[in-house]
């Protein structure tokens, strides 16, 4: 089946998402997607799968106009889509969620799961998915959850699959398993839309590229004669330097040691078993792991946003095991969230309230009870010049701010003051490539001022390229050491790491 | 994903899992009331406790039981005394709910025959009355469950069930039992259906969209019986859904006048109790509303319609409510009074919690607060040293500590309160 | 240009206020004014469906006016019924900014009459500067460890408080009727459940006596004054009110910024509480003089509508319990003129917060008189 976009426009408001963007995709070939955050490739693909319908232009299938009027007509047609956020219901089984839509059933409306398990069981075996139909979505790891949404369009006998971000939470070993899955289904002659924004992968899996920037089509290119700094230009549309520049590795004096740290989840579950480490003075370390295998809780435990169950943790010498988050942060331990929507940030307060959200009670903004206003509302601005928060005033609320940009504002709150070790979770998700190299830059300045920092990321390719030390977690456990100092760290040991084949 | 299992390594390391910590609350909860039962209940037990199981006119008459009440007591407390301490030393093992469960009911049991030593009371009367009594809760806390397994939180119970009370009254004085109660059914369906349009169509918040119906209903309904229904007496005199006894069944002893011994609410109760049950989770539509409330993106892209899944369910909702509406007034006293449900909404609410989200979950709940209920009604009877008041705050004291204890412990939907806004 | 000055004039612009807009004036004024019309307009047609004639809904409407602002004493009136909303809507706009729907003021009202009242009838010669401070306080006192029952139990257990604010209150209807059943609360002589009368020095005094002697409006008006400008200090000129504020919006990114929730949840309950616990005061010392079973009279659910309609502002919150106050007035009024069941007001009321909660829906009815939203993205 071929799919043709053409003059495909879409606008949100002001924003022009999709700028009259044509598109051709033929059966039996993986055509990859480049492009930035935000340069408009998730919109396109939901305006093919039906979700949106877009302002201007026309779908063909197979040279036939096709109008859709929601997502049921995108899979009607035999377009599915796997979403970068998994859409499954946790507390369903997999045969639940395959189904889900289009479900067998027998008299009375009775939901015939037998018969969907045969289904499920079939479509395994064609393809070599391996996926238990009976096995809870919240029980599997994600790499297998990423095979149930194959499974679930692979069911709706879809000949149009749309991967978007597949590779963001799996481990470089799972990648080569999922690159053979996707060739499978190439050479089974379905047409494959790939979108990413990782160079290297595009070039390996994709038979044909097209780059997309600010909403436009701004290359075409064949994977085998393209370089990765010629994607690369075309994606951001000026050269850019995979390296960060930061000054010469010379550690200074432990700040963080934290010892046989035993962390439990709400349900008693184990998030992190008797991790130990430390982290100096002018060092960076980087933290490893496919998404929930306890890096979230580690961090949390070491802020002191998350119960210690056993173990200890000692900041500048003094125990903090016990210590509020507060303290830890007037100690000069920095934090930027993981999820700066949920934590980091209140998009209903104004620019220069979220500026002051963890320094309102300062000796600098308080006086007794009261807030002094003037002041806060003067820093802001400070600070709102000094990390580049582009925004027409400060007394805008935060939530209309674009994601770099808030994320700036939340940086911007963490290190503008004294810290000594900053704490960066997932920093740079989400954000476009300039923020992304701006957030890099004040990070390594911190580092080569001095300060400790822990950098946890599920791109691989982000904690090689800055930490001094990289460690690797593995269902709670700190499973691998690796020094970044002494020459580059082999890539493929640490994705072995993170899939637990250690020791 | 986690392969280490906790409880080998809470033992190793003796750590402290949130199930250890929870069994030493139990622990002290069970040694308290083993205190209490000893303390007060036992020393002050004098003589024997009767409790009628029959009545005379009934087909086999069945004996009184009779229990000694200091003995009984002294042996309650032993036994509540040992549940405790054996929560303390194996804690965090999965009796540890059953033990609670089982050392509340002993209290009970222990209160029970405390209050009625020296006296007699009937038994079966009270587990009647606990059964009606439960019908509002459990329609309500099953207006809940259909509600917010399609993630609409919904506090306007209160207002549906005081709807469908009226719509019992007026419609059923003027078109008799049947015309009434199809109405109640009908006008506790269009407050759902309000409801869903505040909360899908126009994103109000779904509390404010509930307390704000429950003012409408009390409001209107206020206003029409202060208006009309006080000149016009014959409006507010609906016909009554008496008991019919299901024929043999309605015979056996005790369980007979308990459970087959009900009129059309009770009956109904149950059925659509079953019926939600196979709705939710053994059909296909059932399997769509589930996955509306835990993750609605996710619905939406397989192109299930969230906001008419949504209508239907909350609308189906309302239809319940107003069936338990009508209990109020068609299946106990035929005439509406102001405010006459009195919070039972809230109450169904939080059975639906204590259910766990589930319609049987719902029922037995309901059937535990229908219990507090009855129990304070009859004891009020039978005079015992504590005011009437504070029995009657037994059921709200129950809502509430089962609300605190359990809620914790109860994974609502996932999505539940959220408005879903399509992209 | 150099770089200093560069960077000041950046600051400059950083610092400047867009002019309010035009949506926010359709918020803050059109939905309002709409809301009331259509509620009245609705309340009408409920009229017609009960069989009121049209001259009768005339009427009423007119006496709804003139109850409320058609003489001294309807202000005095408005105002007096105005004082108790004003109290516990600032108090529930508190819950609600920090993310507690407090369904509770009625039971904290109730509880803060009845301390009021104890103290009110307790301390016989007691000079009037001490004794009605302490009956005030003893008012408050009580609502706020009431309400904070509701706290805790959220901050410790999690169990919402919608549920157990209900309860409190079921809970607290109970408690009035046995503490006015006790012989030493009740009245001498009386076998009927009212409360001893309030010494004269523990009563709020009457201020328009000199005019008419029947004008009720009593000094509780400052307590409502000063219960405003307290309210809107601490929301937003204190750090309290900024961790209120934050943990409202969003409960994660305050403790995430090192806030301590249990401990907001408790001290924004009890805040809640003890406002209500003075609009409970208010009416045992100002108005009642005494308490009766169910002297609360629906204030605490009226104050929902109150805060809800005053947007959780405590400016907003005075209007809305001005207008609240004046309706109630109005409707006493028209019940007496029209014979139209005061419940009515009942009726408008919740209808004009449905329009108010649900600004899409004004908008749906009335599409002409906004301007046309931009279409959102994501």
Not at chain 1, 272 to 294: K, L
Not at chain 1, 392 to 410: D, E, H, I, R, T
Request: proline letters at 4%; glycine letters at 10%.
């Amino acid at each position: 089946m071929d799919v043709e976009l053409r003059g495909i426009t879409k606008r949100f408001g002001p924003v022009t998402a999709n700028d009259d963007v044509n598109l051709t995709i033929r059966a039996g070939e993986v055509l990859g997607l480049l492009g930035e955050n935000g340069a408009g490739k998730s919109t396109m693909m939901n305006i093919l799968s039906g979700l949106y319908s877009p302002d201007e232009g026309q779908i063909l299938i197979d040279g036939k106009p096709v109008d859709f009027e929601g997502p049921g007509d995108g899979i009607a047609a035999g377009i599915g889509m796997v979403h970068q956020h998994f859409m499954l219901v946790p507390v369903f089984t997999v045969a639940e969620n395959v189904i889900l839509g289009v479900e067998p059933t027998g008299r009375f409306d009775y939901l015939d799961l037998a018969t969907a398990r045969k289904q499920v069981r079939d479509i395994n075996e064609k393809y070599g998915l391996q996926v238990d139909p009976d096995a809870l979505i919240e029980d599997l790891p994600v790499g297998i959850q990423q095979r149930v949404e194959i499974l679930k369009v692979l069911f709706r006998s879809a000949e149009v699959l749309i991967l978007d971000e597949p590779t963001a939470v799996l481990t470089p070993q799972e990648v080569e398993e999922f690159f053979g899955i996707v060739k499978s289904l190439r050479d089974a002659g379905k047409a494959i839309v790939f979108i990413t924004h990782k160079l290297h992968e595009i070039i390996e899996i994709a038979d044909r590229i097209n780059v997309l920037r600010g909403g436009r089509i701004t290359g075409e290119g064949d994977p085998k004669t393209l370089t990765e700094n010629q994607l690369a230009e075309m994606m951001v549309g000026r050269p850019v330097s995979f390296d960060v520049k930061k000054g010469p590795f010379d550690p200074k004096e432990t700040l963080l040691e934290v010892k046989n740290l035993v962390v439990l989840r709400e349900n008693d579950e184990i998030a992190v078993n008797h991790a130990s480490f430390h982290v100096r003075s002018g060092e960076v370390v980087g933290i490893a792991g496919v998404q929930g295998n306890g890096q979230s809780a580690l961090i949390e435990a070491v802020t002191g946003l998350h119960h210690v169950t056993a173990g200890s943790i000692s900041f500048l010498g003094k125990d903090i095991t016990n210590a509020s988050a507060r303290e830890r942060h007037r100690m000069g331990m920095a934090h930027i969230p993981e999820d700066r929507h949920k934590s980091g940030m209140i998009s209903n307060f104004t620019i220069y309230e979220n500026m002051v959200l963890n320094t309102y009670y300062d000796d600098r903004f308080s006086n007794g009870p009261n807030i002094k206003w003037p002041e806060v509302l003067k820093t802001a601005a400070q600070y709102a010049i000094d990390f580049d928060v582009r925004t027409p005033s400060v007394y805008l609320k935060a939530g209309n701010l674009s994601g770099g940009n808030q994320q700036k504002m939340v940086v911007a709150r963490e290190l503008e003051r004294e810290t000594k070790l900053v704490i960066a979770a997932q920093p740079t998700r989400g954000l476009d490539v300039g923020s992304i190299e701006y957030i890099h830059s004040r990070l390594m300045d911190a580092r080569d001022e001095g300060d400790g920092v822990i950098i946890v990321s599920s791109e691989l390719d982000e904690i090689m390229s800055l930490s001094d030390r990289i460690l690797v977690m593995f269902e709670g456990r700190i499973v691998a050491e690796f020094d970044a100092t002494a020459g580059p760290v082999d890539k493929n040991a640490v994705g072995l790491a993170m899939a637990g084949a250690h020791e | 994903m986690a392969a280490v299992s906790t409880t080998d390594l809470a033992s190793a390391d003796k750590l402290e899992t949130h199930k250890t910590r929870q069994a030493r609350i139990y622990g002290f909860v069970l040694i308290g009331l083993a205190a209490l039962v000893a303390i007060v209940f036992a020393l002050e037990s004098a003589g024997e406790a009767t409790f009628r199981l029959s009545h005379p006119r009934d087909t086999w008459v069945v004996p009184n039981l009779v229990v000694p009440a200091a003995p009984f007591n002294f042996l309650a407390a032993a036994v509540l005394a040992l549940l405790g301490v054996r929560q303390f030393m194996r804690g965090g093992s999965k009796w540890s709910m059953i033990s609670i469960a089982a050392g509340c009911a002993i209290a009970v049991a222990a209160f029970l025959v405390w209050a009625t030593a020296g006296k007699s009371f009937s038994l079966t009367g009270m587990l009647s009355a606990t059964v009606v009594a439960a019908v509002p809760i459990a329609l309500g806390g099953l207006a809940g469950v259909l509600s917010e397994r399609v993630a609409v939180v919904n506090i306007a119970i209160e207002g549906m069930l005081l709807a469908g009370a009226f719509t019992g009254a007026l419609m059923g004085s003027l078109l008799g039992g049947w015309g009434g109660l199809l109405c109640a059914v009908i006008v506790g369906g269009m407050f759902g259906f309000i409801l869903a349009a505040l909360v899908v169509t126009y994103r109000m918040d779904q509390i404010i969209a509930g307390v704000v119906i429950n003012l409408f209903v009390l409001g209107v309904t206020s206003y029409v019986s202060s208006q009309v229904f006080s000149e016009y007496r014959a409006l507010n005199n609906a016909p009554v859904f008496r008991a019919w006894k299901i024929p043999f069944l309605g015979d056996i002893p005790v369980i007979g006048s308990v459970l087959f011994n009900q009129n059309l609410f009770v009956y109904g109760a149950v059925i659509l109790v079953c019926v939600a049950t196979y709705y939710l989770f053994h059909t296909r539509y059932g399997l769509r509303a589930r996955s509306v409330g835990e993750h609605p993106r996710a619905a939406d892209t397989l192109g299930i319609n969230v906001y008419s899944t949504r209508y239907i369910n909350v609308t189906l909702a309302g239809m319940v409510a107003g069936f338990g509406g009508a209990w109020f007034t068609l299946g106990s006293v035929g005439r509406f009074d102001e405010n006459m449900t009195g919070g039972l909404g809230y109450i169904g609410l939080a059975a639906m919690i204590f259910g766990r989200w589930h319609p049987v979950g719902a029922l037995m709940a309901a059937l535990i607060f229908g219990f507090a209920d009855s129990l304070q009604q009859k004891l009020a009877i039978v005079r015992t040293p504590i005011p009437s008041e504070f029995l009657a705050m037994a059921p709200y004291i129950a809502t509430i500590v089962v609300v605190a204890g359990f809620v914790g412990r109860s994974r609502p939907p996932a999505a539940d309160g959220k408005p879903y806004v399509k992209e | 240009m150099t770089d200093t000055s560069n960077r000041d004039t950046l600051t400059a612009k950083l610092l400047q206020r867009a002019a309010p807009g035009r949506a926010e004036f359709e918020d803050l004024v059109i939905v309002p004014i709409f809301a009331v019309i259509v509620a009245l307009i609705v309340g009408a047609l409920v009229m017609l469906a009960t069989a009121v004639d049209i001259q009768t809904i005339g009427r009423s409407y007119l006496a709804l006016l003139q109850g409320s602002v058609g003489s001294i004493n309807s202000l005095s009136e408005t105002l007096t019924s105005a004082i108790p909303l004003v109290l516990a809507g600032l108090g529930l706009a508190l819950g609600f900014r920090a993310g507690l729907f407090n369904i509770g003021a009625e039971g904290q009202i109730i509880v803060g009459g009845i301390a009021a009242v104890i103290v009110g009838f307790s301390f016989p010669g007691m000079p009037w500067i001490i004794h009605l401070p302490l009956a005030l306080l003893a008012g408050a006192v009580a609502g706020g460890l009431y309400a904070s029952i509701a706290g805790w139990l959220r901050a410790a257990t999690g169990a919402h408080e919608v549920i157990s604010t209900i309860m409190l209150n079921l809970i607290s209807y109970r408690l009035l009727d046995y503490m006015l059943g006790l012989t030493w609360m009740q009245r001498e002589g009386r076998s009927d459940p009212v409360s001893k009368s309030v010494v004269p020095s523990a009563e709020l005094p009457r201020l328009l006596t000199d005019i008419d002697p029947n004008l009720r409006l009593h000094a509780g008006i400052f307590v409502m004054i000063g219960a405003v400008i307290l309210v809107y200090w601490l929301l937003f000129k204190t750090k309290t009110g900024f961790e209120f504020r934050a943990s409202g919006e969003n409960p994660d990114a305050a403790r995430y910024a090192g806030m301590r929730a249990s401990l907001i949840i408790v001290l924004a309950m009890a805040t809640a509480g003890a406002l209500a616990g003075l609009a409970g005061a208010n009416q045992v010392l100002g108005v009642l003089e005494r308490a009766t079973p169910g002297f609360s009279a629906g204030i605490g659910f009226d104050a929902i509508s109150v805060a809800l309609l005053g947007r959780s502002h405590p400016i907003g919150v005075l209007f809305a319990g001005l207008l609240f106050g004046a309706l109630e007035a109005g409707g006493r009024q028209m019940q007496v003129d029209a014979g139209v069941s005061i419940d009515l007001i009942g009726i408008i009321q919740a209808l004009i917060i449905v329009f108010i909660a649900a600004p899409l829906l004004v908008r749906a009815i009335f599409p002409w008189g906004f301007r046309k939203p931009a279409e959102r993205k994501e």
